[in-house]
């Protein structure tokens, strides 16, 4: 079974802000997969279903950004998902709005679901899908304020390709190894 979890922050106060494009992600993917997310249980909002013989469960863990790992690890340990089929999708303050990049492992940077996730699986080493959303501007507006605000009008099209495009490589992961993904999309 593959796990592809998306964070953000639930209640409509946070929709389409920049901390929730993995939800977004997540709501692509549902539509695409025609998985329903219909089940809420593990802190989390999710959908199983299957995609060319293969079981996928999609979650958006519901416990607020810095405590999304609970979520997550309550899931794999109750369906016994092995790190390697865990890939998990967020915005970064480090990319340009609307860059994504593909990775096995790596430090949180920063990014308080991240540390969450690391904390509660006891590993850096799962597949990520980073999703640009650029360091505030103009400088002075605070991190918190930056990463629950919305895209401004320029961003909104560049963020819609991130998400489909993400949408694409986690699609792709399905069938192919996450390392052959991580290649054909990091360019």
């Not at 709005?97 to 430090?107: A, E, H, N």
């Not at 991240?114 to 400088?139: C, E, M, Y």
């Not at 490589?169 to 399905?174: D, G, R, S, T």
Request: proline share 6%; charged share 25%.
């Amino acid at each position: 079974m593959k796990l592809i979890v998306g964070l953000g922050n639930p209640g409509k106060q946070y929709d389409q802000t920049r901390h929730n494009v993995g939800f977004e992600v997540i709501d692509e993917l549902s539509n695409r997969l025609q998985i329903p997310l219909n089940q809420s249980k593990f802190k989390g909002l999710y959908g199983m279903g299957n995609h060319k013989g293969e079981k996928v469960l999609l979650l958006k863990p519901l416990t607020y950004m810095n405590l999304s790992g609970e979520s997550i690890s309550a899931v794999m340990d109750y369906y016994k998902i092995e790190l390697e089929d865990l890939v998990v999708i967020y915005d970064d303050l480090d990319l340009p709005v609307g860059k994504i990049r593909l990775r096995q492992k790596g430090s949180p940077g920063g990014h308080n679901g991240i540390k969450s996730a690391v904390a509660h699986l006891g590993t850096q080493a799962f597949n990520r899908i980073r999703i640009g959303i650029d360091r505030p501007h103009p400088p002075g507006i605070s991190v918190p304020d930056y990463v629950l605000g919305r895209f401004r009008p320029e961003e909104q099209q560049p963020i819609k390709e991130a998400v489909q495009k993400s949408a694409d490589a986690c699609e792709a992961w399905l069938e192919r190894p996450f390392l052959q993904v991580m290649n054909d999309y990091n360019q």
